[in-house]
């Protein structure tokens, strides 16, 4: 079993927890096994930090703007203000991610102390494009230049990505970080996630087609598993099509979702 703890220092927006806090953290962080980073609104510059086995333990590694990684034993939680409402929504390529990101704002993100977080899970990198151009092979098969020039491509296309999120909540003057997890298992990423960073509200976007196979609970997608698995502090928002989905649809709820059109109005801070 994995044994990740606190990071006491801070991280961007991140504040250092009470000790009461952060032993009531503890158990839940030991679940965090993906990797973790932190990217502002106002600059390009990314942390990232990586878990690795060593001898039977996992420690954890810092990435900051491509200097050499430094071993951390801790990983930071908590908010940078009491009064701070701070909101999750989960981005990534599908365009039911603008969709969650919008409504967000539109009802969510109302006032000037509420903080945003964009998480966004990327898979991670196992194989790297054969340099003789044909298909992918291991990263262990080619030298580590050409592993670290395929992973800057990939670090730039993460960037382009969140770039358009991170516009839509700075046209909307709303505060705003983003944080990367690299893991294979999305879901599982964002549940652990939710223990360690407090969080109480979270926004999922869903296309139609993702939303029949939840309401029939059918499906096993990222929608599925976070809402069957979230803890009782955290509500968990369905939007798709940009209306949520309203009602208790955790558990045996799911076969009485419906979806709410009501009016919504934006106030800027």
């Known amino acids: 079993m994995s044994s990740a703890t606190l990071l006491t220092e801070s991280l961007h927006s991140m504040h250092q927890s009470s000790d009461e806090g952060a032993k009531s953290t503890m158990g839940s962080s030991q679940m965090f096994n993906n990797y973790y980073g932190i990217i502002t609104s106002s600059s390009s510059e990314i942390v990232e930090i990586e878990e690795e086995e060593e001898q039977d333990m996992k420690t954890s590694k810092l990435y900051l703007n491509n200097d050499a990684p430094r071993t951390m034993s801790r990983i930071s939680e908590g908010k940078s203000s009491e009064e701070e409402e701070s909101v999750y929504v989960a981005v990534g390529k599908s365009e039911t991610s603008m969709e969650a990101l919008t409504w967000t704002l539109k009802n969510l993100a109302t006032t000037s102390s509420t903080m945003l977080y964009l998480i966004h899970v990327f898979p991670e990198i196992k194989h790297i494009p054969n340099p003789l151009g044909m298909g992918m092979i291991p990263k262990s098969q080619v030298s580590g230049e050409q592993v670290e020039t395929y992973m800057a491509q990939e670090r730039a296309k993460r960037r382009h990505l ?19 997890i690299e893991s294979d298992f999305v879901a599982k990423a964002i549940l652990d996630l939710i223990p360690i960073l407090h969080i109480t509200k979270l926004v999922l976007g869903l296309n139609k087609s993702q939303l029949r196979k939840l309401r029939s609970r059918k499906g096993n997608g990222i929608a599925d598993q976070v809402l069957q698995s979230a803890p009782e502090m955290c509500k968990v928002r369905i939007v798709c099509e940009g209306k949520e989905i309203s009602e208790n649809i955790t558990g045996s709820g799911l076969g009485s979702v419906t979806l709410s059109f009501s009016s919504c109005h934006f106030h800027a801070p």
Do not use: E, G, R
């Open 162 to 180: 969140l770039h358009k999120f991170l516009q839509t909540c700075s046209a909307c003057k709303v505060k705003v970080d983003t944080i990367l």
